[in-house]
């Protein structure tokens, strides 16, 4: 990984490789990443990342390749602050309805007494407790507030709500631009960008990253097609395939409770005139797949899909055997989408481009 193929900051190129992660509460490293086939390889071999720690409140299927597994404490074990601003900002301060079970810590306590066999302990905490942290940082807001309640107050309601004065996006500067420019180098909304042309030089720009006969990124809008995206549907695979996000699940929070499932059960919405000459017909079990592998679901014959689209919602968890070392062996029997999505990120932000794919349908 350098700085010209992914973005490293502060130096030309990563001197090592990751040796050790830490995966708290997230089934990011197979569920919510682009193609779980590929990054099981990648987590497979040991002679890459070396250990990895993972803290969850479920056996999700990112568990499954941690070297060691700390139980982590569900929110209504703990006390907890969310706050959001807006229109209409609100707080909720939570407060613990049952005691710890176990020998489980918090994700404070886990980092305090890692800090504390790393001889930095003091540092990190700065001699206070998890409730002086969250109580201090309350008063913090308060100081700026003078409407909040009293933290006692606040942790008796459970849910506090202010009205705001609405917002105007950039208003200071619409006002006075000269006064409040913005932060661009010419303090003004640009269109063109001289510092996206200047700093993407000398990129590893794949042909189709950017604009035709370009070596660096667009730095202007540009609309460039995407990989695996509609323009590019071959006769194997003929379909575009998109992600959304379901009713039955957050992301892939609470995606292996079976009673969830079964009223919200894992499906490919298909239009009527791609079912049609599939033979597929509503409730039929099918199979997706493309070069990434294959996922075995439910139809949904439906028109609230166009044609020519196949739309699969996200978050579902991977269940396949991985122990073939042929992609097309490990039949993905949870459905997950991100066993047909590309591990390559986009060419600007390095993000997972995941819902623009491309796929065949057939019956099991």
């Not at 030309?12 to 830490?22: A, E, Q, T, W």
């Not at 990190?124 to 998890?130: A, N, R």
């Not at 042309?197 to 604009?211: F, P, R």
């Not at 005139?273 to 997706?288: L, S, W, Y």
Request: glycine share 8%; aromatic share 8%.
């Amino acid at each position: 990984m350098t700085s010209k193929n992914a973005g490293v900051k502060g130096v030309d190129r990563l001197s090592v490789n990751i040796k050790y992660m830490i995966n708290y509460a997230g089934n990011c490293l197979t569920n919510q990443n682009g193609d779980i086939n590929y990054v099981h390889d990648i987590l497979s071999d040991e002679s890459k990342c070396e250990f990895i720690l993972g803290i969850d409140t479920v056996l999700c299927d990112s568990m499954k390749y941690a070297d060691v597994i700390l139980p982590d404490m569900f929110r209504f074990e703990q006390n907890t602050q969310i706050g959001t601003g807006g229109d209409n900002a609100y707080m909720i301060t939570g407060t613990p309805c049952t005691t710890p079970k176990f020998e489980r810590k918090t994700a404070f306590e886990m980092a305090q007494l890692i800090a504390d066999k790393m001889g930095t302990k003091d540092k990190f905490d700065e001699g206070k407790t998890e409730e002086q942290w969250i109580r201090d940082l309350y008063e913090q807001a308060r100081a700026k507030n003078a409407a909040l309640p009293t933290f006692e107050e606040a942790q008796e309601k459970g849910v506090v709500v202010t009205k705001g004065k609405k917002k105007i996006s950039m208003e200071k500067f619409i006002a006075d631009p000269v006064a409040s420019a913005l932060d661009t180098p010419s303090g003004k909304i640009e269109i063109f960008s001289e510092k996206l042309l200047k700093d993407t030089v000398g990129w590893e720009v794949a042909k189709d990253d950017t604009v035709s006969g370009l070596d660096t990124m667009a730095p202007v809008p540009a609309y460039i097609p995407e990989w695996y995206g509609v323009e590019s549907t071959t006769d194997e695979y003929p379909l575009a395939l998109g992600g959304f996000h379901y009713r039955g699940r957050l992301h892939s929070s609470w995606g292996g409770i079976e009673e969830l499932k079964e009223v919200n059960p894992q499906e490919a919405w298909i239009n009527p005139a791609d079912a049609e000459p599939r033979g597929i017909k509503q409730g039929d079990t099918i199979h997706v797949k493309n070069e990434f592998g294959t996922i075995e679901l439910l139809a949904k014959v439906t028109p609230r899909v166009i044609p020519g689209m196949v739309a699969i919602s996200q978050g579902a968890w991977h269940d396949a055997d991985m122990s073939s070392s042929d992609h097309k062996a490990r039949l993905d029997k949870g459905g997950s989408i991100n066993t047909l999505t590309t591990h390559r990120p986009s060419p600007l932000s390095k993000g997972n481009p995941q819902h623009t794919n491309i796929c065949e349908v057939v019956k099991a």
